[in-house]
Every structure is written in C-alpha cells, then in structure tokens.
C-alpha cells in the first residue's frame, strides 16, 4: 500500500536553530506532495505544495522544501525557528491514478521550540 | 466566509446517539472531503464529494457513518448509534478543483471534535 511517512513524531529545536522535518513517500511515480501546519484546536493550513515546476519549493512562514525524487523525499525546513513555529506539521501525498483527488497524510510531526 | 466552515466545533454525545456534523464549505468549490483524525494521528479520508454527488465513500468504517451534500454546498456528516471508537476530529476540506488532474490544494475547517461517552 502506499504509504507516507514522517520520521520523528516529536522534534524538539531552540529558537534561532536550523528546523528540518522529515518526510518519506512510497510510490514509483511522483505525486502531489504538500505540507500542513496544524495549531491546536485547529484545521490544518497549508504551507506548501510540491508542482513539479521546482524541486525546492517556498512556503509561507519561512519554510520551504526540497523534492528528491532518487530519495522520494520532501523534507520540510527552515533556517531559524520562532517561538510561533510550534505546531504540528503534516506531510500529505497525492497519488495519480484513480483516487487521486484524496490526500494520504503522515502522522504528523510535533515540533517544540524552547526559548 | 472565507473559510470552511465547521459546525459544531464540540460535540458531547452518550453512546448510542445519533450525531449531524455540518460543513460549509468555500463559496464556489467543487469538491467537499471528509476525514477522520484520531488523537495523536493525521487525517484519514472518509468520503469525497464532486457537487452534490458521493463518488467515493470507501473510508467511511461502518454503514453507521452517512454524508449526504444534496445541493452540492453544504455537506452534514451523520453518525448513528455512536460508539466510543468514533471519537475524533472530524474535518472538512474542500477544494476548488474539479479536474484530478490538478494540484489544487484543499483548504480545511477546523474541525468537530466529538467526544462519545
């Protein structure tokens, strides 16, 4: 079956420090590949979206992600965490073929930013 | 609004209940989506709307859960003869997109977090 996964379900940075979140997708063909951010008692909301026009691809916030497909990864960073990046982040795939309008998401990734 | 809109954002419910669960999506958006987000979990995918009609409900996990979008807007999600097990988020996500072939993204509420007792 295909599959996302997040490597790390809790990642803990110091304000100022590089943020990297790790996500790993499990197909032969590349799909749509997106990142949310999920506030508590919040709906997701989207950083960014892979469109294959780039692979290093600019959200908003600061993050941005880079699309390896040797590695089928797309990894989520930024270069100097904020107290307000904490949330939790999803990686969410899109896959072609029939379902294709139906996101398959990871289990998410806690990020802390400690003062 | 600008967003989707979700309603009610808590719902307490003793076993055994039927529960309605509203969305109103974005003005003008063709498809309307549902998944379930279990504590400590990422969404899964319930059912997909394109208008009014269901062209997929193969995540919803049991014939207790029904969604209906009879004119191609708003949507309610109906649970009956709740169970412990269903206790979650419920989102709704909806997208502008009506060809698969594009990568619009889906813009989601925030949520109905039901509690059963």
């Known amino acids: 079956a295909q599959s996302v996964t997040q490597l790390g379900s809790h990642v803990s940075v110091s304000e100022g420090a590089l943020v990297l979140l790790r996500c790993n997708y499990s197909s032969s063909v590349p799909p749509y590949l997106f990142w949310y951010v999920q506030y508590p008692n919040q709906g997701l909301q989207l950083l960014l979206k892979y469109t294959s026009a780039a692979t290093l691809v600019k959200g908003i916030n600061g993050f941005e992600a880079e699309f390896k497909k040797s590695e089928t990864s797309f990894h989520l960073t930024k270069p100097s965490a904020h107290m307000s990046d904490a949330a939790e982040y999803f990686c969410a795939v899109r896959y072609s073929g029939g379902s294709n309008y139906k996101l398959t998401f990871g289990k998410g990734t806690l990020l802390t930013v400690n003062p | 609004g600008a967003g989707v809109s979700q309603s009610p954002r808590y719902k307490v419910a003793k076993r055994g209940q039927d529960v309605a669960l509203r969305c109103d999506p974005i003005?003008?958006?063709?498809?309307l989506f549902w998944y379930q987000q279990a504590l400590g979990q990422g969404p899964e995918f319930l059912t997909y709307?394109?208008?009014?009609?269901?062209?997929?409900k193969s995540g919803l996990p049991s014939d207790r859960f029904f969604a209906e979008r009879p004119e191609g807007s708003v949507s309610t999600l109906k649970i009956q003869r709740t169970q412990q097990e269903d206790s979650a988020v419920y989102l709704c996500?909806?997208?502008?997109?009506?060809?698969?072939?594009?990568?619009?993204?889906?813009?989601f509420g925030d949520g109905t977090r039901l509690s059963i007792l």
């Open positions: 996500a909806s997208s502008l997109a009506r060809d698969r072939s594009t990568n619009q993204p889906q813009h």
């Open positions: 709307f394109q208008n009014e009609a269901q062209l997929d």
């Open positions: 003005s003008g958006h063709v498809s």
